[in-house]
């Protein structure tokens, strides 16, 4: 099966949401994909429980996996971009559900030396708890785009989507720079290689992940452009990771100081 698209999809033990997202990626308008699950170290049963997914789905699936060693999603990730066979990457988290013509959209905005920035429908709290896959692959979250809309989580607007051809036409919703999430992004793997790839010494969340990526990607000329209203995930609503002290300032601060772009701690470390 030829595969234009890899989806780099980052989870750890949450089965129930991956198989959401499954749902949803059977469902899409353009089918040339391929999946490929970052593992950042789920235990034995969600493995198992991953690996039965797999053969029920009709798309092609790789699991990279590693040991569970605390948080290590840059590692992985790398890890899984290496794996991947496909040109173009689409970065995908695993509490993140996407709309039935995500691969589509992001594939049209593709553009060498461009980060295609999607952007997330902040779900309610109750919505999040009470979602189940079979809801989802009967179109639950199509059908409560109403609701959602006019819901008072953050992004809401979101949940409307205004395809390509429409803004060209009418030249709307133009994206604007900046601002790249890593539950959701596209780009070419050639373009992420320039850079090396995610800095693996970011061992904590909240800070790092993205903005490092985004601003080691910037200093080479390969901007972010963020797309409202199109490239839409549902993302579920969980507490905000806080670190305080962040482990990862310093790394971060370090990068920007020393105006760092590739990094000699990403997925080739004979620099190290």
């Known amino acids: 099966m030829q595969t234009d698209i890899s989806i780099i999809i980052a989870v750890y033990n949450n089965t129930k949401w991956l198989k959401m997202i499954f749902n949803m990626l059977q469902q899409q308008t353009y089918k040339a994909f391929e999946v490929v699950i970052a593992d950042d170290g789920s235990s034995e049963e ?3 429980t991953l690996k039965q997914m797999i053969k029920e789905v009709s798309f092609p699936v790789q699991h990279v996996w590693h040991e569970d060693k605390g948080w290590q999603k840059d590692i992985i990730l790398n890890k899984a971009v290496v794996a991947s066979r496909s040109e ?6 695993g509490d993140c559900i996407p709309d039935k013509n995500f691969v589509k959209d992001h594939y049209d905005l593709r553009q060498q030396g ?7 429908v902040q779900l309610p709290q109750k919505m999040s708890d009470e979602l189940t896959p079979e809801l989802v692959a009967d179109g639950y979250l199509e059908k409560k785009s109403l609701s959602l809309l006019f819901c008072k989580e953050r992004h809401s607007e979101n949940v409307l989507r ?3 051809k429409i803004r060209n036409i009418l030249g709307i919703c133009k994206p604007k720079k900046g601002g790249l999430l890593g539950c959701n992004f596209g780009m070419y793997k ?3 290689l320039k850079v090396n790839g995610f800095d693996e010494r970011f061992l904590a969340p909240a800070t790092g992940e993205d ?12 901007p972010v452009y963020r ?3 199109i490239c839409r995930v549902y993302h579920r609503k969980h507490k905000r990771v806080e670190r305080n002290p962040n482990p990862n300032i310093p790394i971060f601060e370090e990068n920007n100081r020393l105006q760092i772009g590739y990094t000699p701690y990403g ?6």
């Not at 173009?88 to 988290?93: E, I, N, R, T």
């Not at 997925?267 to 190290?272: A, D, F, Q, R």
Request: net charge positive.
């Open 267 to 272: 997925i080739n470390k004979k620099e190290i």
């Open 46 to 48: 969600s493995v198992q």
């Open 162 to 164: 205004v395809p390509l």
């Open 88 to 93: 173009y990457l689409v970065f995908l988290d």
């Open 114 to 120: 461009i980060v295609v920035g999607g952007r997330r």
């Open 190 to 192: 050639s373009d992420l």
């Open 211 to 222: 903005t490092d990526l985004e601003a080691r990607l910037a200093r080479i000329g390969i």
């Open 227 to 229: 797309h409202s209203f």
